[in-house]
């Protein structure tokens, strides 16, 4: 028998390493010896921050590109990673210090160009609460989704892909439980990528796929 869902919440505490750049080149050395959690965090924690810094750039690395060396060319590349195509932080720091050297050999005046603030490494810590209420269904999910907090969405949905073994959220994971049933279901879950999208739009799209789901 599948055990009951447990809805969790979540917070990222951010931590100052220390670690800067002050142009492409340094930005490049650091990358290659940073923690993972750092690329994580520059990655994920604008959707968990009150407000991020620019919307129309997913990634702190495309945002410092862009304001930091107003190399708008890079910016666009690095916007365009999707770290959902990666299967480990690994792979993508490596196309990340592939990105920029790419643009290093292109441009040599970019080299050396000091930016106008500098890219400050930060590192996340994620803390986790159990918010006591449980699902035992997959029928509740069509309920509890829509009333999820954006931490408990980005926890479930987004976290659970370093966290689960098969790389998977927490909500396909546990419906696994109950063999060949909601195949379906899953497929439509699988097809929703997390990055490209507010963690209110996520949630949104989740919810709407449950309901029309339970409901056909």
Known sequence: MTDPFAV???????????????DLRELRDRLETTRSGCIYYHFWG??????????????????WANHG??????????????????????GLRRELIEIIEERL??????????????????????????????I?????LKELIPQLTVGSVFY????????TLNKNDDFS?????????????LEQIASLDPYFKSLTELRAQLGEIYREYMYT
């Open 46 to 63: 604008g959707l968990l921050r009150p407000s991020f810094d620019d919307p129309e750039y997913q990634n702190d690395f495309a945002v």
């Open 105 to 134: 050999d292109e441009n040599e005046l970019v080299s050396w160009t000091a930016a106008r603030q500098q890219f400050q490494f930060i590192r996340s810590q994620i803390v986790v609460f159990d918010t006591g209420t449980r």
């Open 156 to 163: 479930h949905f987004v976290d659970a892909r370093r966290r």
């Open 8 to 22: 969790k919440d979540c917070a990222l505490i951010a931590i100052a390493t220390g670690e800067r750049a002050n």
């Open 69 to 90: 060396l107003h190399d708008r060319f890079l910016a666009e590349r690095l916007a365009l990673v999707d770290p959902t195509d990666f299967d480990d932080l690994e």
């Open 136 to 140: 035992s269904k997959p029928e509740d």
């Open 173 to 185: 994971e546990w419906l696994v439980g109950f063999g060949n049933t909601y195949d379906e279901l």
